[in-house]
């Protein structure tokens, strides 16, 4: 059958593309072995990861009577954790998954983990495998059947029937049948013949080991792992882990080839991953931007030695200097960053710059040239388009630069050189801190390489560095001044159902970026225009009961927002500016006054951004959204 479906794969021209471009999803995967109790780590692991999917949650456990259990639930891991109050969730090897629905609408059948034909073998999987329907109907033929629509549980019906057939080992079968197999994957199975033992695989598609003492810990990401150790290994691309009671972690890839663990060392704290007294994380993590972006510049900025060190620009200075075109690419808030980071590296650094959405630059035949420079901005390091978009650039000969929180994620992988952001783990889905920390180092990027080819001269980038190295301070300060008067401004606008954000120049993406917060947590409709093209178009929109939000700060063009705020007062929108300390001609105007630090217009986005984020989680808030997991959100758009 195998060779069969080979052949019928490889005359499938959608098979070769989607081997090109990992096409994943975003969920959750937890994994156990060792000589604890499994279920309570699972389930904490599940909690920790919710972000990442909370259609359905699952787990999978081997009891001491070695039978294999598996209880799912659709909804939260709450709901999971009511549906086994009477079950036996006893056993000291598990697996257990939170799901974000792709194949198969989101209930208790088409959760994860999924059982084989036999219940011999239980299986979580992150990921999307392409060629599923080719797959189900060989196995069909041969006398399995299937309860759910997922893709997933035919991967499991396939590794359990190459078990038998070729009656091989669990971490044989599995290898055999990722060869099978097009499309993305990170994956764990059970075997409840063997209770001793798991094996666990990723393409594309994120997981990380963690080791303690005689005990395994896996995941899709680090967080579940923290609180046990710190020692922790990467699965690379194409690698098949094998976990055992009392050996070592063992790493071939599905070509065969052996490879030696690298084992690293988790720069992660607990209290990173605890709401630590508020309410949601994305309040938390608002609130920690003063912190995250001080961290983002240590040991980059030196104002005393007038100098910013960023190791990928130095290793690649010639690729930066020479580079006749600089290519941004990237997604959602990632790209409103992206936008800010061409007008500051078109001013500071005088290289053309274009921003593209990479799930258009993907797809579109785009002209790029060996000397194009490609920055791939992505919080999680593993957006699908964005991953895509990099191997487009590469095959072109562009060189690669790489923008990610995450550590040991996709892009950094795939990427030439880079940056890490080190703002730590960002749980609420609707990201903030991750936000301005791209905003910083692109700023940091964008004024090296001004002075380095000679556009910036020295008391203009000393002057810039240090007005960038006091933006902490300044966004502390905003936080402690606006937080309860926006807080009382929200009240205001629970029931509206549509905004208007508007902006100028480097605050024109910010206006974007507050349009998408409003939206994505509290469900308002909601956009972000230039105020210049207010006048074509969604000034018809504005009457009584249309808020507008407008970013006027003294630097960058206030003149103009002067107009545009006259323009909306004549049609009766209801103004709320931000604008800096001792304002008059817009305060006197607006209908709600925030106001803000004044500082170069280059990094106002940053400080202005902090208002309109607080603005959009209040009124997500009092609207009764969850707005740490809003709806049909995952925290990485990891799908097509």
Same mark, same amino acid.
Request: aromatic share 8%; hydrophobic share 40%; charged share 20%.
């Given at each position: 059958?195998?060779?069969?479906?080979?052949?019928?794969?490889?005359?499938?021209?959608?098979?070769?593309?989607?081997?090109?471009?990992?096409?994943?999803?975003?969920?959750?995967?937890?994994?156990?072995?060792?000589?604890?109790?499994?279920?309570?780590?699972?389930?904490?692991?599940?909690?920790?990861?919710?972000?990442?999917?909370?259609?359905?949650?699952?787990?999978?456990?081997?009891?001491?009577?070695?039978? *294999?259990?598996?209880?799912?639930?659709?909804?939260?891991?709450?709901?999971?954790?009511?549906?086994?109050?009477?079950?036996?969730?006893?056993?000291?090897?598990?697996?257990?998954?939170?799901?974000?629905?792709?194949?198969?609408?989101?209930?208790?059948?088409?959760?994860?983990?999924?059982?084989?034909?036999?219940?011999?073998?239980?299986?979580?999987?992150?990921?999307?495998?392409?060629?599923?329907?080719?797959?189900?109907?060989?196995?069909?033929?041969?006398?399995?059947?299937?309860?759910?629509?997922?893709?997933?549980?035919?991967?499991?019906?396939?590794?359990?029937?190459?078990?038998?057939?070729?009656?091989?080992?669990?971490?044989?079968?599995?290898?055999?049948?990722? &060869?099978?197999?097009?499309?993305?994957?990170?994956?764990?199975?059970?075997?409840?013949?063997?209770?001793?033992?798991?094996?666990?695989?990723?393409?594309?598609?994120?997981?990380?080991?963690?080791?303690?003492?005689?005990?395994?810990?896996?995941?899709?990401?680090?967080?579940?792992?923290?609180?046990?150790? %710190?020692?922790?290994?990467?699965?690379?691309?194409?690698?098949?882990?094998?976990?055992?009671? =009392?050996?070592?972690?063992? !790493?071939?890839?599905?070509?065969?080839?052996?490879?030696?663990?690298?084992?690293?060392?988790?720069?992660?704290?607990?209290?990173?991953?605890?709401?630590?007294?508020?309410?949601?994380?994305?309040?938390?993590?608002?609130?920690?931007?003063?912190?995250? *972006? @001080?961290?983002?510049?240590?040991?980059?900025?030196?104002?005393?030695?007038?100098?910013?060190?960023?190791? =990928?620009?130095?290793?690649?200075?010639?690729?930066?200097?020479?580079?006749?075109?600089?290519?941004?690419?990237?997604?959602?808030?990632?790209?409103?960053?992206? *936008?800010?980071?061409?007008?500051?590296?078109?001013?500071?650094?005088?290289?053309?710059?274009?921003?593209?959405?990479?799930?258009?630059?993907?797809?579109?035949?785009?002209?790029?040239?060996?000397?194009?420079?490609?920055?791939?901005?992505?919080?999680?390091?593993?957006?699908?388009?964005?991953?895509?978009?990099?191997?487009?650039?590469?095959?072109?000969?562009?060189?690669?630069?790489?923008?990610?929180?995450?550590?040991?994620?996709?892009?950094?992988?795939?990427?030439?050189?880079?940056?890490?952001?080190?703002?730590?783990?960002?749980?609420?889905?609707?990201?903030?801190?991750?936000?301005?920390?791209?905003?910083?180092?692109?700023?940091?990027?964008?004024?090296?390489?001004?002075?380095?080819?000679? &556009?910036?001269?020295?008391?203009?980038?000393?002057?810039?560095?240090?007005?960038?190295? &006091?933006?902490?301070?300044?966004?502390?300060?905003?936080?402690?001044?606006?937080?309860?008067?926006?807080?009382?401004?929200?009240?205001?606008?629970?029931?509206?159902?549509?905004?208007?954000?508007?902006?100028?120049?480097?605050?024109?993406? @910010?206006?974007?970026?507050?349009?998408?917060?409003?939206?994505? !947590?509290?469900? !308002?409709?909601?956009?972000?225009?230039?105020?210049?093209?207010?006048?074509?178009?969604?000034?018809?929109?504005?009457?009584?009961?249309?808020?507008?939000?407008?970013?006027?700060?003294?630097?960058?063009?206030?003149?103009?927002?002067?107009?545009?705020?006259?323009?909306?007062? @004549?049609?009766?929108?209801?103004?709320?500016?931000?604008?800096?300390?001792?304002?008059?001609?817009?305060?006197?105007?607006? %209908?709600?006054?925030?106001?803000?630090?004044?500082?170069?217009?280059?990094?106002?986005?940053?400080?202005?951004?902090?208002?309109?984020?607080?603005?959009?989680?209040?009124?997500?808030?009092?609207?009764?959204?969850?707005?740490?997991?809003?709806?049909?959100? @995952?925290?990485?758009?990891?799908?097509?």
């Amino acid at each position: 059958m195998l060779q069969l479906l080979q052949k019928r794969i490889k005359k499938t021209k959608f098979a070769t593309v989607l081997q090109t471009f990992n096409i994943k999803i975003m969920c959750g995967i937890v994994g156990y072995i060792g000589k604890r109790d499994a279920y309570p780590i699972l389930i904490k692991g599940l909690h920790r990861l919710e972000y990442r999917g909370y259609d359905s949650a699952g787990v999978a456990l081997i009891n001491s009577k070695q039978e *294999l259990k598996v209880y799912k639930a659709k909804g939260k891991v709450a709901d999971l954790e009511h549906a086994v109050e009477s079950k036996d969730v006893s056993g000291t090897i598990g697996i257990a998954h939170t799901r974000w629905a792709t194949h198969g609408e989101p209930n208790q059948v088409n959760a994860h983990p999924h059982y084989s034909e036999s219940e011999e073998l239980a299986i979580i999987h992150n990921g999307i495998i392409e060629n599923y329907a080719v797959l189900k109907q060989g196995l069909m033929k041969h006398g399995y059947s299937f309860k759910s629509e997922t893709d997933t549980e035919v991967l499991v019906q396939l590794i359990e029937y190459i078990k038998t057939t070729d009656k091989t080992d669990l971490q044989t079968a599995v290898q055999l049948a990722l &060869n099978q197999v097009v499309g993305a994957y990170a994956i764990v199975v059970l075997d409840r013949n063997n209770p001793d033992e798991m094996v666990a695989a990723r393409k594309g598609s994120p997981l990380v080991v963690g080791i303690g003492d005689n005990e395994f810990f896996l995941a899709s990401d680090a967080t579940p792992i923290v609180e046990f150790t %710190d020692k922790v290994v990467y699965v690379g691309e194409q690698e098949i882990v094998h976990l055992q009671r =009392g050996k070592e972690i063992s !790493i071939r890839t599905i070509g065969n080839v052996v490879k030696t663990p690298e084992i690293k060392k988790l720069e992660m704290t607990l209290s990173q991953l605890e709401k630590c007294g508020y309410p949601h994380f994305m309040l938390k993590e608002i609130f920690e931007q003063p912190t995250t *972006l @001080a961290t983002s510049m240590r040991g980059r900025v030196n104002i005393e030695h007038n100098n910013i060190t960023l190791a =990928g620009f130095i290793d690649n200075k010639e690729k930066f200097l020479n580079a006749k075109r600089i290519i941004i690419t990237a997604c959602g808030t990632s790209w409103h960053a992206g *936008l800010i980071g061409m007008y500051a590296i078109e001013e500071f650094a005088r290289i053309p710059v274009v921003v593209e959405y990479s799930s258009e630059f993907r797809y579109r035949s785009p002209v790029i040239n060996e000397d194009d420079l490609v920055i791939a901005i992505s919080q999680s390091g593993e957006t699908a388009d964005t991953l895509a978009a990099i191997e487009l650039a590469k095959s072109h000969g562009a060189f690669i630069f790489g923008i990610c929180n995450v550590v040991g994620a996709s892009i950094p992988r795939a990427a030439h050189s880079g940056c890490y952001t080190h703002v730590g783990p960002e749980i609420g889905v609707a990201s903030t801190k991750a936000f301005t920390a791209q905003l910083t180092i692109l700023s940091l990027i964008a004024l090296k390489l001004g002075k380095h080819n000679g &556009n910036l001269s020295n008391a203009e980038f000393m002057s810039l560095i240090t007005e960038l190295d &006091n933006i902490p301070k300044k966004v502390e300060e905003v936080l402690k001044s606006t937080h309860d008067y926006v807080k009382e401004i929200a009240h205001d606008f629970v029931n509206s159902t549509n905004f208007l954000y508007l902006g100028r120049g480097f605050n024109f993406p @910010a206006a974007l970026e507050g349009a998408l917060k409003l939206k994505e !947590i509290s469900y !308002i409709h909601a956009e972000g225009y230039p105020a210049a093209e207010m006048k074509h178009g969604p000034i018809a929109l504005i009457d009584e009961n249309m808020p507008i939000v407008i970013i006027a700060p003294k630097k960058g063009h206030y003149d103009k927002i002067v107009s545009n705020v006259q323009e909306i007062k @004549a049609r009766k929108g209801k103004v709320i500016a931000v604008v800096n300390y001792g304002d008059e001609q817009v305060a006197s105007m607006a %209908d709600y006054v925030i106001e803000i630090p004044e500082t170069s217009e280059c990094f106002s986005p940053i400080v202005a951004s902090i208002p309109l984020q607080l603005l959009a989680y209040y009124i997500a808030v009092y609207r009764g959204a969850n707005v740490d997991q809003p709806r049909n959100l @995952a925290k990485s758009v990891t799908v097509e």
